[in-house]
């Protein structure tokens, strides 16, 4: 069996121990706004989910930074959110936000 350095498997799950590529605030959001916000908003899209499910809004900075443990939980640990991924999220994207919380959840 081959080996793959270490350093290669991580690097292509984009998860260096040491720096980590910072993602910024912009490109979380259009993230949450293509995936979540149909239904976690003030006033959310979704018909099936007329409003804010359990209460939680991404609609601000504030709110995103305020629930990205539970968005590193639910998008990239457990990959519960979205739910049944009825907004189609793909993995890249969930790499992505990811390394968003991980890089300290920036907001502007
Ligand atoms: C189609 C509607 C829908 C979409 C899209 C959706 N959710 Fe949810 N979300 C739900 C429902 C329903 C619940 C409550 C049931 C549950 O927790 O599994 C929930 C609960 C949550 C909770 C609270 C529970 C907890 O574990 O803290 C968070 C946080 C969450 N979602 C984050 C997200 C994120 C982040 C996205 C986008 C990647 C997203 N959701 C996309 C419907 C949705």
Known sequence: MKTVPLVTVLAAVGATSCGQKPVSYAEARSIIDLRCVECHSSQPTNRAFPFAVMGV?????????????????????????????????????????DRWVESGAKIP
């Open 57 to 97: 809004k991404l609609d601000t900075p504030q709110q995103m930074r305020q629930y990205a443990s539970r968005i590193k939980a639910r998008v990239v640990v457990e990959q519960t959110m979205p739910i049944a991924n009825m907004s189609g999220m793909t993995d890249e994207e969930r790499q992505i936000l």
